[in-house]
């Protein structure tokens, strides 16, 4: 027998404010983070390990929250832990003390989120598996009970859900073979940071279009003039063919958001992202209704899958744009892909930051071969940093994530990135914090 | 000039799980918790006391993320934090980094919620005033502009609320002289917990009848069988003329709310409270038009403005239970309370859990006096309990509020009960985890 013997959560935190890579309207300064959870066994051979994403400030406060969500982890037998991956997750989403702290929602949920993907992580590494086949190895049944129900019932019955998924059993394979041979489509925002000069963005959106990319995104928000321009040198570069996204991080009120998309119409933008704040499905319904046919897509910070049911309900966005790391995991991820299966709208996840790439390949390859069995009108974001420090890094040719092969979610870090970039310790911050202090003194 | 020399965040809990008082279908054992901030400054007589509240773990996290909250403010110069209390909350919410943790909701907005409470209490002390009438020594222009109307100008513009709060203006004084003689109505919540057995049950309602309340609330959910005969005992004891309200605490989809509901409606509840998650502004709205004319309140767990602006969009609710220390500070609360104006729905705050009814009763009050000028379909929530811990306790009589006139937010407690009650090390807490060990041990 197997047992989980420790949880080590660590504050990993990179520099990435030092290079304006991240930076948009609302994010001006991020040092990409992460609340790293790795889940030690008494098998030295078998660990977890998953995360959930943060922007540096407050990782700390992740910590602490993923090390109480972990603890009844501690001593548990791991056939218990990984046979009933739907228990293992009720079990830690259910102390009701913590739960006053969302529910589901915040800096709990992130922790259960980086928690939870680390047994996922487990899980499908016992199995051999890379995550996505490991999904693939429940029965429609067993995904269905395994995923959170709890309050979307009135939208999607897990009958209805078994249906769903049954309907796409038999042509699995199929679209197996085919993503073999094409890899998954993504886009690229490494272009566009709001913090890149004309130039850099010129040069980075011609970089694009010469790998492969059929799609670009550029940040917009912070001034309209600006925004004009940039998505005018964008344009030029791309052509009329590719596809031009726009992301403006929340910064925008409902009716100032329509105005200012209304603005950048001619430039003849896919999407826009974020006009507002993540909360208000009723406003992005509002703005979806005013600034068609451009789309609306929002869900990086999409909190829940209420949230995403309720946008749902009322047609508030063309694309579903959910987080690995902000769900609470595969529990929670499955509920959304299959109402948005059920809705007809197509789901885009958010990737960049530091691993989020690694793990969205897995659900966006699971999504089109067990869920939604269509590309129509998907693409996956891909943002080209931080993967050097990851042991499975994502690989993406020609516009497209090829399909991984290693076991487990691809969230495994190398153990000298951890050691060097752990916050406020590690090599790479206690130099810094130590340098910052001798200047405060001189 | 007076400086801010130091804030102190102490993680008080008290034992509550231990008599059942407090138990609902959803939180079975809660012990209420106070993430109590201290603003200390160079004037030894002045000092601001805030908090937010919580049920037990997960307390520590909320204290080390309203100490990071809180930073800011160290060394300022309390006339500039004092003097513009929009831009302090302002500036204190602005970092970005902490915002990815939300945006506005789960700990890091209840540690907003916590240390700008502290603030607001603070600056009622200096002008020597409670905080009900410090809030009326506003102008309405001064009032809207401290407000946080990002993400909701949609459905309100601040010159819309200037408008609605001078309408107001001049009749301000007949009310106050009103509430002088009336108080504030309110209920009570300590009759119908779901650990109490029928006999207390029985009983307690016929203290509140006794009492002078003509509300009392139960809560449901847990079984139909035991709630069907609860809500029997309390409509007999509270005759016709009384109103009952029931509470599920969140525990049904939205669906299963209809038909429990109906099933209930014989015994011609008033509101239904929290029957679904509280993020659901869709699902209520669904609620709401299925149960009526039994009303649908929720709130408690309103993570923001954003929510209650759909709950309003949507018109989801009857009642609105907006919680002070959930929401952050009066600079969110006094813009849910104008929306709420605006839309016609009466607030009625949520309170109890340990300090809640000393903040809601300034609320109310201005509420009354200030926005709203109505008292139909209002009434305060009070539970007594924990009351004992605060230098100025709020004061029920014939069930209503009476006006409180200490200076501040009356959220400041004895040194002695903080003392005792500081998780882990204060004595209360010391002697039992001693304890707990030395059964585990033997």
């Not at 739960?99 to 992580?121: F, I, Q, S, T, Y």
């Not at 199995?127 to 067993?142: D, H, I, M, Q, V």
């Not at 769903?164 to 394979?173: F, I, K, M, P, Y």
């Not at 899958?305 to 309900?313: C, D, G, H, I, T």
């Amino acid at each position: 027998m197997t047992f989980i013997t420790n949880v080590r959560v660590t504050d990993v935190r990179f520099p990435t404010s030092l290079s304006a890579a991240g930076s948009d309207a609302m994010n001006k300064d991020g040092d990409y983070s992460a609340t790293y959870v790795t889940i030690e066994t008494s098998d030295p051979t078998l660990r977890g390990f998953g995360f959930t994403f943060t922007i540096g400030r407050g990782n700390d406060i992740c910590v602490s929250a993923a090390e109480l969500r972990a603890k009844p982890l501690l001593g548990r037998e791991l056939d218990d832990v990984t046979g009933d991956l739907g228990a293992t997750y009720r079990d830690l989403k259910s102390d009701s003390q913590l739960r006053w702290l969302g529910p589901d929602k915040g800096v709990e949920h992130l922790a259960l989120a980086a928690v939870m993907n680390a047994v996922w992580d487990l899980a499908a590494r016992r199995a051999g598996l890379p995550l996505w086949r490991f999904l693939l190895s429940f029965s429609p049944r067993e995904l269905v009970d395994l995923a959170d129900f709890q309050y979307v019932t009135d939208v999607l019955s897990k009958d209805e859900a078994v249906a769903l998924l049954e309907a796409q059993v038999s042509t699995r394979d199929a679209r197996i073979r085919e993503l073999d041979g094409t890899g998954y489509p993504c886009y690229t925002t490494s272009a566009g940071w709001l913090g890149y000069s004309d130039d850099k963005l010129r040069a980075l959106c011609q970089e694009a279009v010469d790998a492969g990319y059929k799609h670009v995104k550029l940040k917009v928000g912070a001034d309209l003039a600006d925004d004009v321009r940039r998505c005018r040198i964008a344009r030029e570069v791309l052509g009329d063919d590719a596809n031009l996204m726009i992301d403006a991080n929340q910064v925008w009120d409902v009716d100032q958001a329509i105005e200012w998309v209304g603005a950048l119409a001619e430039f003849r933008p896919l999407w826009i992202e974020e006009p507002t704040s993540p909360d208000d499905a009723v406003g992005h319904a509002t703005i979806r209704r005013s600034v068609a046919p451009i789309g609306v897509a929002t869900g990086e910070h999409g909190m829940n899958r209420v949230l995403f049911k309720q946008m749902f309900q009322l047609g508030a966005i063309d694309f579903c744009q959910l987080d690995a790391a902000r769900l609470a995991s595969i529990n929670e991820v499955v509920t959304v892909y299959l109402m948005a299966a059920k809705f007809g709208v197509p789901v885009c996840p958010h990737a960049g930051g530091v691993g989020l790439c690694e793990l969205v390949q897995h659900l966006s390859i699971f999504d089109y071969v067990a869920v939604s069995a269509s590309l129509d009108g998907r693409v996956t974001e891909f943002v080209d940093h931080l993967h050097e420090h990851f042991t499975a890094p994502c690989i993406v040719e020609d516009g497209a994530y090829v399909l991984p092969d290693a076991a487990g979610y691809s969230a495994e870090m190398f153990p000298e990135s951890v050691e060097e970039y752990a916050y406020p310790d590690g090599a790479y911050w206690s130099l810094r914090l130590e340098q910052a202090e001798a200047e405060a003194v001189a």
